[in-house]
Structure formats: structure tokens, C-alpha cells
């Protein structure tokens, strides 16, 4: 779908509190928006879709306790060396 928005506008909000059990999600994100579209589908007791702009942006409210975030910390040389060895062993070319 061409917006018209430059893609640096083109934003991911997440919205909760305390009190709210509800967390609101407003996204152009394509692979979040397809897979927040299946999850309800799936569950919709626990996520719905709320509002779609007509611009590309979708709106969800999600249960709170579906919704996770991970930090993950970064790989050290050595990890990302051991990876690249064995995807070499196992015919995976690195992604450049």
C-alpha cells in the first residue's frame, strides 16, 4: 500500500498504564500489523482490532500479559565467529 508517508513517519506506538488492563498498539509496521491481524483472529477475547486509519496504520488493543518485550544483549566477537562457523557447516550463506 503506497501512504504517501515518508517511512520516518511511518511509527509504531505502544500505549499502557497501571490502572488500564489493555495495552494500545497504533502501527504501520507491516509484520507487526499481519501478525497482531492473526493473533486476533486467533484469540480475539485477547486482542482486537480497533481502528484502521485508511492511511496504512492499524490500532489494536491487546490484553496485557500478551504483549512481551525482550532486551537482548549483543553478540560478542567470539558468539557471532562460532554462528558464522557453524552456518558455514550447515550450507547457510551470512547475510550481508
Known sequence: MVTGKK????ITEIFFDEANPKISIRT???????RLLKF??????????IDDSGD???E???SKGRLS???TAPYSE???QQLSQNATRNNHLPKR
Open 7 to 10: 517511512k520516518k513517519d511511518k
Open 28 to 34: 504501520y509496521n507491516t509484520d507487526l500489523k499481519n
Open 40 to 49: 486476533s483472529k486467533k484469540h480475539p477475547n485477547e486482542c482486537q482490532l
Open 56 to 58: 496504512g496504520m492499524l
Open 60 to 62: 489494536f488493543e491487546v
Open 69 to 71: 518485550f525482550r532486551l
Open 78 to 80: 567470539d558468539r557471532k
